[in-house]
T-cell receptor, first 115, second 112 residues
Framework: DAGVIQSPRHEVTEMGQEVTLRCKPI?????LFWYRQTMMRGLELLIY????????DSGMPEDRFSAKMPNASFSTLKIQPSEPRDSAVYFC?????????????FGSGTQLSVL | EDQVTQSPEALRLQEGESSSLNCSYT??????LFWYRQDPGKGPEFLFT???AGEEKEKERLKATLTKKESFLHITAPKPEDSATYLC?????????????FGSGTQLTVLP
């Protein structure tokens, strides 16, 4: 299995531009999570999906952030417009959504730099 | 407010020098404590899940233990390949059923 696949690995953009991060979860996993990691705040949950439905988006910082999961094998996290404070590593993770299963499989992340 | 605190922030060991990493938590309704390992440029990798005080889990040179207030990750005779950041996370019973709160991590360096 190829694991959770994220693209791009690195993204450099200018303030005000739209950024789209992509994630392909592990086949058969029905829960998908988007996390953001910074030195100051550590690893924070932004949103998670169960069976392609957003369950909890309380971690999404602002309306500038949006996430979609059109099918079981693809999700996007969009930032529009982007700001320098959005610079971070964004991780996607997936798991099999059974009770008490918290074994998350993380992708390698997207390093986002907003200039 | 639910909190997860890891200490120390950074730890340097000589190869073979055993030590422990700490994860203390102040949460209501703990539904599980989790340890992850993160290598530079990669996402966290799952290590252990602990559910109740007194529980222990082992994997190679690592052993995780849990009390009512904290968890320890014991590293016995570490090797340079054990160098990584170790993260703990807790799952609570209230709020989102699937939300994990992560600590800030301990960066472990094992020198040859």
């Amino acid at each position: 299995d190829a694991g959770v696949i994220q693209s791009p690995r690195h993204e450099v953009t200018e303030m005000g531009q739209e950024v789209t991060l992509r994630c392909k979860p592990i086949s058969g996993h029905n829960s998908l999570f988007w996390y953001r990691q910074t030195m100051m705040r550590g690893l924070e949950l932004l949103i998670y999906f169960n069976n392609n439905v957003p369950i909890d988006d309380s971690g999404m910082p602002e309306d500038r952030f949006s996430a979609k999961m059109p099918n079981a094998s693809f999700s996007t996290l969009k930032i529009q417009p982007s700001e320098p404070r959005d610079s971070a590593v964004y991780f996607c993770a997936s798991r099999i959504g059974t009770a008490n299963n918290e074994k998350l499989f993380f992708g390698s992340g997207t390093q986002l730099s907003v200039l | 407010e639910d909190q997860v605190t890891q200490s120390p922030e950074a730890l340097r060991l000589q190869e073979g020098e055993s030590s422990s990493l700490n994860c203390s938590y102040t949460v209501s309704g703990l539904r599980g404590l989790f340890w992850y390992r993160q290598d530079p440029g990669k996402g966290p990798e799952f290590l252990f899940t602990l559910y109740s005080a007194g529980e222990e889990k082992e994997k190679e040179r690592l052993k995780a233990t849990l009390t009512k207030k904290e968890s320890f990750l014991h590293i016995t005779a570490p090797k340079p390949e054990d160098s990584a950041t170790y993260l703990c996370a807790v799952r609570i019973s209230s709020g989102s059923a699937r939300q994990l709160t992560f600590g800030s991590g301990t960066q472990l360096t094992v020198l040859p």
